[in-house]
């Protein structure tokens, strides 16, 4: 592990949030041993239970982050009634989190197709095939799905379907923690202002 991974470094002198989680992503990149861009997504239920479960960051800009799902999952329909979520990455390696929240867009059929194409064919497949979040009787009959739709896109490409596609987080706040001794750690916020830009606040751990 190197020095930078050991301390915090200068990140609470950051001006703005995306460039500081570009850095950490990346250092994530070279330290964790699975998944690096693994991410806790947190949505709300119709009856306005939390819900969360692990996804992978697809991609992300100074607009939001994005990920990829089944817009007819659990997820998928906890996000497209309340258009809020929350994201949690954390690279236990580096003693490093941070915690992203805001309103969520649909990503253009553009953005959803290019990404869909660079999916191994397996998984193209599988996103026609599972129903996903709904009641499976059994293996077979996923595997069964799976071989019928493997059998009619045998030759040529594999179109996206019209439930798949990406949601983006827009951020209003990241907020960054740095483990340091005594659990005296180390936590900046981001928040969005109404002009658009951020405004900075360092918290008590």
């Given amino acids: 592990m190197t020095e930078t991974a050991l ?74 009634s309340t258009m809020k979520a929350a994201m949690c990455f954390h690279w236990k390696s580096l003693r490093r989190q941070v915690r992203v929240r805001g309103p969520v867009e649909i990503v253009s059929d553009s953005e959803a ?15 026609w095939a599972s129903k996903q979040s709904r009641p499976l009787e059994s293996r077979f009959a996923l595997e069964k799905a799976v071989a019928e739709y493997t059998a009619r896109y045998a030759i040529g490409d594999i179109p996206r379907p019209a439930h798949w596609s990406g949601f983006r987080i827009v951020p209003q706040s990241i907020e960054f923690w740095h483990d340091r001794p005594f659990r005296l750690h180390d936590r900046l916020v981001f928040t969005r202002a109404a002009d658009g830009n951020w405004e900075k606040t360092r918290l008590y751990p």
């Fill in 7 to 80: 301390t915090s470094g200068d990140f609470t002198t950051s001006r703005e949030p995306f460039a500081l989680f570009a850095a950490w992503l990346e250092d994530a990149g070279k330290s964790e041993p699975n998944d690096p861009n693994a991410v806790a997504l947190a949505t709300v239920d119709s009856d306005g239970l939390p819900d969360v479960r692990m996804v992978l960051l697809k991609g992300f800009d100074e607009h939001g982050f994005v990920f990829y799902t089944n817009f007819e999952s659990a997820k998928g329909q906890e996000i497209l």
């Fill in 113 to 127: 197709d290019a990404y869909y194409a660079t999916r191994p064919r397996g998984s193209r497949i599988g996103a």
